[in-house]
């Protein structure tokens, strides 16, 4: 009998303990710049109140102009101050920067370009974490592009980023 007591006050030490160390999440970030595009969202917390974000996503660009014949791809990293605000409810923002790639292709005409770009971008959301592992944010991400290519298929080098993620933190 003791030895059941000892072993369920370790397993609820230590689901306490791991609750409590909660230092990642993963997830998806789904936003709207010029075309609809998921990305996997990464959160590493340094401290209580700052952490990394790192998203690498795929973006179908469609403007009018190019019919869906546009892809991007790009991986943005972004350092976050984050706010209590209360009961779960979290307020963030924070600067950041990536690198991307883009493809256009058009079958009907055969036309084809590809390129790089870089890419500056600020954040700033709000999130709410549930009692379970579970984290829902709504965050605004301007970008600005530095490429001449990109800039002139994605219609100018300034892009407002909309985006609804759902993560599981660990």
């Given at each position: 009998m003791k030895k059941l007591f000892a072993t369920a006050f370790m397993l609820l030490g230590l689901a306490f303990n791991s609750q409590a160390q909660e230092k990642n999440a993963i997830g998806l970030r789904l936003g709207d710049n010029d075309g609809f595009g998921a990305e996997v969202s990464y959160q590493r917390w340094?401290?209580?109140?700052?952490?990394?974000?790192?998203?690498?996503g795929w973006r179908n660009i469609n403007n009018g102009r190019y019919n869906n014949h546009f892809n991007a791809a790009k991986l943005v990293g972004i350092y976050q101050w984050v706010w209590d605000i209360d009961n779960g409810f979290k307020w963030y923002a924070g600067p950041g920067a990536g690198v991307g790639v883009w493809r256009y292709n058009d079958n009907v005409n055969d036309v084809s370009d590809s390129g790089s770009f870089l890419v500056l971008a600020g954040d700033i959301g709000i999130e709410y974490n549930f009692d379970f592992p579970l984290q829902l944010s709504l965050d605004f991400r301007p970008e600005i592009y530095f490429s001449d290519d990109y800039d002139d298929i994605n219609d100018g080098n300034f892009g407002p980023d909309f985006g609804l993620s759902a993560r599981y933190r660990f």
């Open positions: 340094l401290s209580k109140t700052n952490r990394l974000e790192a998203d690498l």
